[in-house]
């Protein structure tokens, strides 16, 4: 991830003023200020430094009056299309999913033993494993701030080597990035297997590194493709099959580079399904894990395939689906780029999402007694589509009773969720939007209740397939 490094303490701006504060400087409680100045050169400001975005941010009101306060949302006004989003707590999910994006995140942890929270904020450029690869904006000079979380003594002030205790809250950034197509490499020494390898998975990635990453991918290939081994035979034998080996080869267009040794096989996959046609449904356990997009356009695919004809359906930003799949399968994918997500929506449509843009809403009980508790979809087919609906805030609650009180509230719902219309559907049509009526609906969870019409719209018809990110 390509971050330029800062310390807030770096003699040419430590003793500034921060913001409109009197007597506070940016080498004493500028971590914030210097973490987004790292994470705005990201984002093609490669000419910013603390300093400068100091004053930036100073001309356009990006501090509380009279105070050293910031307000990230005004970074927009000074990095075109930069953002920042502030969670509580720890999101370990969400914040893996925004790194195997490319997007750094400014995490929040105490810097100080002593009684309650004194807050220092550091910029998160990687996971390695369980920990995470921060560079921390106090130190000087700044090789000094690469640090690993686990071993820094914010671990030791919580008293733990688990980030979820260290991470006090954190920002999510966003911001537009380029990235450069890697140069192939020059793989072939002339020594080759003495038999082709095929791909055993959709859009099976050849990469200029043994390395997962956006900057080292050179192309993608269909399932069954044939590569040319470029090792000998013994070598070629013992990764082929295995997890985190990587096979040189050559493809049938001359491109030379890496696959993942895991995802190829020595005979083609006879099972592969042809491009645009739905998975085979399945039951959707009552109680199955919830994961939630992260994205907006996030797609429903018929196979982990990110071609167009595999598209099925778009989704908003938090929409809410039902994961086919155990809780440990969903703990180990979410996140993690180039895994797949089996799904279900609020339709009972049913498909793959990329894993690494959504997000854990809660695990369920994916296991017998859930497969026994499952409820067959309440329409077929064949029948005319259902009313869909979505919600037009964050927050808006579904009720038991369609009246606003305390003991009606079922559960909150984020902006985005989906919801079918239960009844009449052409009664709920004439309701939305309108301000006083109230339309019985159902979840993705298969909660039903009430939720305000003034609150939800009838969900727009997917757009056509466009230009879009290939991984979503």
């Known amino acids: 991830m390509a971050i330029k490094q800062f310390s807030q303490t770096d003699p040419a701006w430590k003793n500034k003023l921060l913001g409109f504060d009197k007597t506070s400087t940016i080498g004493s409680y500028g971590c914030l200020l210097t973490s987004f100045t790292m994470c705005a050169t990201h984002y093609g ?4 430094t603390p300093d400068t975005l100091n004053e930036k941010m100073k001309a356009v009101g990006g501090f509380q009056a009279g105070t050293a306060f910031i307000i990230g949302g005004a970074l927009g006004s000074v990095v075109p299309g930069m953002s920042v989003d ?14 195997a994006q490319g997007r750094p995140v400014i995490i929040e942890a105490d810097w100080s033993p002593q009684a309650g929270l004194q807050t220092h904020y550091m910029v998160v450029y990687a996971k390695d494993g369980d920990d995470y690869l921060i560079y921390d904006p106090y130190p000087f000079p700044v090789k000094n701030g690469e640090i690993r979380l686990s071993t820094s003594k914010y671990a030791q002030i919580a008293g733990s080597k688990d980030p979820a205790r260290i991470i006090t809250g954190c920002f999510f950034t966003r911001g537009p990035m380029k990235i450069e197509p890697p140069a192939p490499p020059k793989l072939d020494k002339g020594v080759y297997a003495s038999f082709p390898v095929y791909a055993t998975a959709d859009e099976l990635a050849i990469r200029s590194q043994p390395l997962v990453s956006d900057f080292t991918l050179l192309k993608r290939v269909a399932v069954n493709t044939e590569f040319k081994v470029l090792e000998a035979d013994a070598v070629a034998n013992a990764k082929i099959g295995q997890q985190n080996q990587w096979l040189a080869v050559k493809a049938p267009d001359g491109t030379e580079g890496y696959v993942a040794a895991w995802l190829v096989s020595r005979t083609k996959n006879a099972a592969a399904p042809e491009p645009g046609k739905p998975p085979a449904p399945v039951p959707v356990p009552k109680d199955a894990p ?19 004809a595999t598209i099925l359906k778009m989704y908003p930003i938090g929409t809410e689906l039902k994961v086919l799949e155990p809780a440990s399968e969903v703990k180990r994918k979410v ?11 609020v339709e009972g449509k049913q498909g793959v999402v990329a894993a690494w843009y959504v997000s854990i809403v809660s695990l369920g009980a994916f296991g017998p007694e859930a497969q026994r508790q499952t409820a067959a979809p309440s329409f077929s087919v064949e029948e005319a589509p259902p009313l869909v609906l979505r919600a037009l805030e964050d927050g808006v ?10 003991q009606t ?19 709920a049509a004439k309701r939305i939007g309108k301000t006083g009526k109230w339309i019985r609906v159902r979840d993705v969870k298969g909660n039903r209740g009430y939720v305000a019409a ?5 969900r727009p018809e997917d757009p056509a397939p466009q230009v879009s990110p290939k991984d979503c």
Do not use: C, H, M
């Open 86 to 99: 502030y969670r509580k707590g720890a999101p370990l999910t969400e914040i893996d999913a925004s790194l």
């Open 397 to 406: 609650a579904l009720r038991s009773k369609p009246f606003i009180s305390q």
């Open 409 to 427: 509230l079922i559960t909150r719902l984020p902006k985005g969720a989906e919801l079918l219309a239960l009844g009449r559907q052409d009664t």
């Open 335 to 345: 996140g993690v780029q180039f895994e797949w997500l089996k799904v279900a929506d």
């Open 45 to 48: 400001a490669d000419d910013l």
């Open 454 to 458: 003034w609150l939800v719209a009838e």
């Open 290 to 308: 919830v994961v939630k997009t992260n994205v907006d356009g996030l797609k429903l695919r018929s196979r982990p395939d990110n071609t167009e």
